[in-house]
């Protein structure tokens, strides 16, 4: 079930910096059990350590790539000080010949590519999605919503979890990132963000529970559909 998630941990032995294992991966970890596919694997780093990221992923072989925001095409890193390491969004970190995606270079552009996926399963250790998160007064902050005037944090112990010697995103933080509107129209996100969802709220733990409640009501104050099954 998580045998990425295992090779993942390996590589990043030698890392030295806070990571945790997020997305899909992250619920069944708390579960303990395989709940959907997963498209590739993702990890949370805190924005303070992007450049130690890159130069990690760099040091090992791999290439880094930023998306910017909207474009159909992404963007060759090869240095932790080029100024596209800043992206808030976060950064692929690619093995040479990578099974997910096929790359085209962009006529003209040394470092631009189109690409193609190629299997809409992850099943080599060959791709990492690295999305960025921001920690303050030891405690996990949601900036996407801070920056809209909502202020949400977690403590860290409650907002990082382990499974064995693993650190992955806590069910309630994971599903607080999923929550968005506009994730329930998304054709790549509305299945399996349900799923997640559906299978996590039965063993959130009161506490847990409690929190996600009360952020759901600070961020949506006008409502959310989750509220019902939440409240039952």
């Known amino acids: 079930m998580l045998d990425l998630v295992y090779e993942c941990r390996n590589f990043l032995n030698d890392f030295g910096f806070p990571y945790a294992i997020c997305g899909g991966y992250a619920i069944e970890m708390f579960l303990g059990k395989e709940i959907r596919p997963h498209g590739d694997l ?78 809409n399963r992850q099943t080599d250790f060959d791709f990492i999605d690295i999305i960025f998160n921001k920690q303050q007064d030891n405690k996990f902050l949601f900036w996407p919503f801070t920056n809209r005037g909502k202020n949400i944090t977690r403590e860290l112990d409650k907002a990082i979890l382990y499974h064995e010697d693993i650190p ?55 409502g959310h559909r989750w509220f019902e099954q939440l409240n039952t």
Request: proline fraction near 8%; include cysteine.
């Open 168 to 222: 992955y995103l806590s069910p309630e933080v994971m599903l607080l990132i999923i929550s968005p509107p506009e994730y329930f129209s998304s054709d790549y996100h509305k299945d399996k963000n349900c799923i997640d969802f559906e299978s996590t709220i039965p063993y959130l733990p009161n506490e847990s529970r409690g929190w996600l409640i009360n952020a759901l009501k600070t961020v949506y104050p006008e």
């Open 42 to 119: 993702d990890i949370s780093i805190f924005y303070e350590d992007r450049k130690h990221i890159v130069d990690f992923i760099l040091s090992r072989g791999w290439d880094i790539y930023t998306q910017p925001d909207k474009a159909k095409y992404i963007e060759l890193i090869t240095r932790s000080d080029d100024s596209k390491v800043l992206n808030p969004s976060g950064l692929f970190a690619v093995k040479p010949r990578c099974t997910l995606f096929e790359l085209e270079p962009v006529p003209g552009y040394k470092t631009k590519f189109k690409f193609e996926d190629t299997n």
